[in-house]
């Protein structure tokens, strides 16, 4: 047909036109393939295709079935079983081939990829996860990371990445807190936004997940029940959703596995089209998580049936059912033929994901060029060189090192490189390296990476790509230095691997003790989804061989390698140095290394708090009075190291504190204060502004992030550093449900942490006028500017 008979096929048409008549000449049954997906088993190229198990045991469909009515979304065709990067593209072609031929439109599917980490495929580069880059509190360099993922996957013909995850850590007990940014919205926000803007800079359609509420399940156990109130809901769970969409520019959202109040995400509708789309204006596709449709009936139990769910997540507002087709098939059109469900409603949904593909070329005949350059890429390169090359590697060094907290230093570290008087170790630079982790390299990588997602399916495969174990990596680093390794299982499940450590240490002049987690789905591991936790005592037996080692008297420097943080009260006190690094990707080894032996400058900072005792209350630094220690409670939740603390080699001094006094409530102030490096090491200070509302008509935090810079300083050198804070940075939810900002007096701090101790500069301002509504505009950031002195 030419262009003239069919308007939807020409590339010059304003897209919306070119979708309407799209939709015009669609049944119900082609509308309604357009918002399904399937999942292809692992095969080769040009194998018979076989759909993935249906999470309800069920028979998925067939692609033959699903693709005569055209096809939504292909399903992780990289990143289900170890393939090359020549084999996913060689399976990509002909499923796509596929797709577009057995239609009378010939469009092709949306390829989505999980890319938390990295581009989850076999031999692709594994970054540090979400908690890493929180703690590197380092915005461009995240967003430099998500560029690089980006790219990869877009070379390789994915459209879509389901990343990143926004949720707000809010016990650390739950399994996927190795998910979270950290425990502060604005931290989150700012932080996932550089990721979005990475990803999309690259061609790659971000999803936002999970929206909203899942990281506030009740007990801290996955897929519980939201224990959240509206405004809460509205004030921490939600701002780094508006912050993303509104600075970012993200396409793609994915609801919540739980309900908040006994209505789950995937069905509700003033979430997905009452907040989502009417009040924050988006105007992209929401996807489902993975069986979230089916869920409405198979575990929530508000649906009796596949056609029930499909009609109540599609009032919902939700477009694209993942990551098979289940309930948005046959189920769905049924129902639309039997006027249950408006055909409007289908109208819409496909229009949303139409406009997608018009919008990634999938609607004009460039993608089969794309995917044959693909292939010419793939089959002229090194899989190393293409998915994992040294600058991606460099660029993940980079970010683990930047990511590494040091919690605690009684002068036991730097060991050896890079000390300014050229000292040795303590004793003959013996080395003792023990625990559960001294010599494992998935200690190093996450739940949503594939060597713990996907490879460890695959034990015959090899690993993909080198992740360097902490021994490993510490020979390296300390070439010249005896590193005796005595590693133990992950749960210390024999007297005889406590009592091995224990020589090992007394024979050391140090000893590094490796503690934390192995990240897996659902009970392989000790962090990762559906590994949730009752405590935050250390894994198994861990404490006990820690004590231990801690016995013997030998310096110890603990360092935690884990998805959340770990209780260390007992422990921190008797170390010599503590160390906390969030599952740091393949170049964590060496970053770790490079901390410990003195060669690289540790600059991170606590995205989240570390606990005190392992029953200590979850809560998160955004606490308000009441939250904190009073003397109506017994229960003192103050933490051991508090958000945004971390160590340097080198020491800070804060001073010349300048504060406007006043601002409207539709203005903004300026907050200045210097900072100075006053050791003889170059260093980085991350400089916190908190603020306070002492009176406000709704309970409000005794503290929140309001803005952060990181700076560099050498020795003796000052800068000055200068936020710019508008009154909207202060807006909340009133006792009407609408946000405003109040005028009366907002505090200020300033200083190297959250902790009263470190907010070293303190001040205030007056916001004067009437109380403010602001509208969709409203300023959410706060700049930044630092002038070296």
Known sequence: MTDAAEPWRDPR?????????????????????????????????????????????????????????GLGQLTRVFGTAPVTPAEGVARLRDLQEQVAGASRFGIPAIVHEECLTGFMTWQATVFPGPPAWGASFDVELVEEMAAAIGASMRRLGVHQGLAPVLDVARDPRWGRTEECVGEDPYLVGTIGTAYVRGLERAGI??????????????????????AIGPRELADVVMEPFVLALREGGARSVMPSYTDVDGVPAHADERLLTGLLRDALGFTGTVVADYFGVSFLESR????????????????????????????????????????????????????????????????????????????????????????????HRRLARRLAEQSVVLLANDGVLPLRAGRDDGASPPAAGRIALVGPLADDPLAMTGCYSFPNHVHTQHPDAPPGVRVPSLAEALRAELPGDDVHVEPS????????????????????????????????????????????????????????????????????????????????????????????????????????????????????????????????????????????????????????YP?????TWTGFSYGDLRVDPAAPTDGAVHVAATVTNTGDRA???????????????VVRPARWLAGWARVRLEPGRSARVEFRVHADRTS??????????????????VGGSSAE??????????????????????????PVHVAPL
Not at 732 to 749: C, H, K
Request: proline share 7%; net charge negative.
């Open 757 to 782: 101790a470190d907010l070293v500069l303190r001040g205030a301002f007056t916001l004067e006028g009437p109380v403010r509504e602001p509208g969709a505009d409203r300023v959410l950031t706060v």
């Open 732 to 749: 909340f939810t009133g006792l009407a449900m609408r946000r405003i900002v109040e005028p009366g007096v907002i505090e200020v701090a």
């Open 489 to 640: 299982s992950l749960l210390v499940e024999r007297d005889a691997e406590i009592a091995a450590a224990v020589r090992a240490a007394r024979e050391g002049g140090v000893c590094v003790l490796a503690l934390g987690d192995r990240a897996g789905l659902f009970g392989r591991g000790t962090s990762g989804e559906g590994c949730d936790v009752s405590s935050l005592a250390f894994p198994g037996r861990q404490r006990e061989l820690a004590e231990a080692v801690l016995a013997t008297g030998t310096p110890t420097v603990i360092v935690v390698m884990s998805g959340r943080p770990y209780a260390l009260g007992g422990l921190a006190e008797r170390a010599g140095a503590v160390v906390q690094a969030f599952f740091p990707g393949e170049e964590g080894g060496p970053a770790i290394a490079g901390i410990l032996s003195g060669r690289a400058e540790p600059s991170g900072r606590l995205p989240m708090n570390v606990a005190r005792h392992a029953d200590d209350p979850a809560g998160g630094h955004l606490r308000s009075r009441m939250e904190g220690p009073h003397d109506w409670s017994t229960v003192d939740p103050t933490p051991l």
């Open 683 to 697: 260093g980085t200070e991350v400089v916190q502004l908190y603020l306070s509302d002492p009176v406000a008509s």
């Open 643 to 647: 958000f945004g603390h971390g160590l």
């Open 205 to 226: 359609v971000s999803t936002l997940k999970h929206f909203a509420g899942y990281s506030s399940s009740r007990g801290a156990r996955n897929m519980a029940p939201a």
């Open 13 to 69: 048409l304003p897209v919306a036109d070119r979708v309407a008549d799209l939709i015009a000449r669609m049944t119900v049954e082609e509308k309604a393939g357009q918002l399904s997906s399937f999942w292809a088993t692992a095969a080769q190229a040009g194998a018979p295709v076989a759909p993935m198990e249906d999470d309800s045991g069920e028979d998925a469909p067939e692609l033959d079935e699903l693709a005569k009515h």
């Open 300 to 391: 929530h139990g508000i649906a009796g049936s596949r056609g029930e769910a499909a009609a109540a997540a599609l009032r919902a507002g939700l477009d694209v059912e993942l990551p098979t087709t289940r309930c948005y098939g046959e189920p769905l059109t049924t129902a639309v033929r039997a006027g249950t469900v408006p055909e409007e409603l289908l109208d819409w949904a496909a229009t949303r994901v139409l406009t997608m593909k018009a919008a990634l070329g999938l609607l004009d005949d460039g993608w089969r060029a794309e995917l044959d350059e693909a292939a010419r890429i793939t089959a002229a390169a090194e899989p190393h060189a293409l998915l994992d090359p040294p600058e």
